[in-house]
């Protein structure tokens, strides 16, 4: 009896290794992107009355109607994407279940996809649990900006796709137009899928524009638009997720989501509907006023702690600069400063494949203001 071949070279990730040891020692956990601000009440109020009203068999491979249309309605309105909630949307569980049955879809072993670093380990990470290659480029400098002469030059002929992920985690770079226009334009020269996890689409800071490159020309047939509510309405544990692609794709896509995770849970489904209903625009604009101060938070805390951080200008994590912490890597220099002020960070060389990010930690601000007040308290007593 042995173990399969991928199965060695599976870790815990680095991120919930560090959440396990924040828990040890009753830390705050900066780490992980849990999200445990409150959830707003229409939400639970809906899942509630589902699970009272029955709602809890399974549900269609695509999801319930009343999420569907909601998620249909909401990706005009916001994204100015139109899909066809009957045959372009699949509701999965989390946008991880969503990459996963995708790739499933679309790829064999032996396939390489484009990636870009820092990247979220999940998506690497799913790709190499299929045999798939992940080719890694760097975004260069504090803007991260994208090379084309190397993505042009990492094409071969077992290239099929790119991964995007507008606003990134960890870095919270929000891809501008002109990046989107160019990047494009090189799927469709190259034939191209592009894989896009949009799911921290409303966390924008500074009158930062979130663009869907799905809505741009030649791309609705060849994206694969990823996002979920985990983060929106804070409700990670939920495991509501959705995918919109072309109706060439959707029912391979939603047949691999049922064999893996048959469905997201159908009275979560509803709440998650409700919401999408019920809430006014101003949620949204209240949701990124509130994310924006948590941000300045933080960061004022890391710079007086003489960690300097990379201010982002989307999603909810910070990446700072680590080289005064004790330590040769940054796993070293997380586990450093945990000790020194009950602080969990996750190192950046997690969100990397070629190597870098050994001066690198990053933060997460979704946290309730107690919380995040305690944490860059503790941050500051490092320069005390």
Sequence with gaps: MHLSKIAPGAIQSEIRAMTVECDRVGGINLAQGVCDTPLPPAVQQAALRAITDGHNTYTRADGIAELRFALAERLERYNHLKVDPRSQLVVTSGATGAMYASCLALFDAGDEVLIF??????????????GVKPVALSLAGSRREIDFDALRAAVTPRTRAMVLNSPNNPSGKVLTRAELEKLAEFSIEHDLFVLT????EYFLYDGTEHISIATLPGMAERTITISGLSKTFSITGWRIGYLAASSSWVPSIAYFHDLVYVCSPAPLQYGAAAGLRE????FYRDLSASYQRKRDMLCAALGSAGLTPNVPPGAYYVLADATVL???????????LLRATQVAAVAGSAFYASGGGDNLLRFCFAKRDADLERACAALRTLRA
């Design 326 to 336: 004790e330590g040769k890597t940054a796993r070293e220099k997380a586990h450093a």
């Design 117 to 130: 670093e820092p990247f979220y380990g999940y998506h690497l990470n799913t790709l190499r649990s299929l």
């Design 279 to 282: 809430l006014p625009e101003s």
């Design 197 to 200: 996890d949009e799911i921290y």
